[in-house]
């Protein structure tokens, strides 16, 4: 049955997603991580003790949020048994960002041509985009801005989308453990990285611990979509070869990976120049600018991302659906 929550949560995430002004779970971890870290960075100036709380933060957040998500649902079970499955299911849903993904990159897609051809209105996608990227907005052209939306969706399809389903599965395939506590936990990683795991000051010695876990523990589903996008493109060496050209270029041992992967599949190129709080700050330049980045692209890119969510799903529910089928009792 934790095979079958994957597959609801995942048809309930692409026709719905998060509906807004409802609770979702990373809202409620975000709030705990922020409420810790002013404490933190009020009361202990010392970078030893800041260091010691963000293995405190990391380790009891991702443990806990696992934790907390496993007995909920068998709780919500014991009081009956379709409570536990629509409230893992739900849960899980809030997990995958594919719907949200692709909801952002609209906001921004709106204000540029070809859906609008009112030059004016490249301030009004600044402005979205800001919601959505860290670096400064305010100044970039057009061209800019498709890179921008492009790399936030190339970025984000593994520890948004492809990364929680690994996990996913990887709880449903474990006795007793179902689908959701893993994916969650996993969720709680990837929160305190996007809040605590900078190298900048005051995050310095808080987030250190934080931006390690999320790296380890989304290397090996970034490689896994890496190489499915490269076989499901047809394309797997120029891939793996750029990949090892260009990406291990990035500071993060993902995030490089999962860009080159979409720059050489969709034959753009990204990386280069972005400002941050008016600092210029080099980017890795990945893959060949073979074409221009245009709306076409980025809703191929989001394209990539689903058929590699699906690959995964359905090689899963084929894999479980063989399992089933090869131990039923057959009479001899």
Known sequence: MSFVVVAIAA????????????????????????????????????????RWAGIVLGTGLVIGTGSIAYLGVRIAGNIHPLLGFTLEIILLASCFAGRSLRTAADDVLQYLPPRSQNPAEIIQARQKLRSYVGRDTENLSEPEIWRAVLETVAENAVDGVTAPLFYALVGAALPGVGALPLALAYKAASTLDSMVGYKEEPFTDLGWF??????????????????????????????????????????????????????????????????????????????KPRSQITATTIE?????????????????????LYFVVCHLPFDQ
Do not use: M
């Open 210 to 287: 934080s931006a390690k876990l999320e790296d380890i523990l989304t290397w090996l589903p970034c490689r896994l979509t890496v190489l499915t996008l490269g076989i499901f493109s047809g394309q797997l060496d120029l891939v793996w070869q750029q990949c090892q050209s260009d990406a291990t270029k990035d500071p993060s041992p993902n995030s490089g990976w999962s860009e080159c992967t979409y720059a050489v599949i969709l034959g753009v190129q990204l990386g280069g120049t972005n400002y941050y709080r008016g600092l210029a700050k080099q980017k890795p330049l990945l893959g």
């Open 300 to 320: 191929q890119a989001l394209g990539l991302t689903r058929s590699c969510f699906l690959i995964w799903l359905g090689t899963a529910l084929w894999c479980q």
């Open 11 to 50: 048809v309930l995430d692409y026709l719905i997603g998060d509906p807004w002004g409802w609770p979702h779970p990373v809202s409620c971890l975000g709030y705990g991580i922020a409420k810790y870290t002013q404490f933190i960075l009020k009361v202990f100036p010392q970078p030893q003790i800041r």
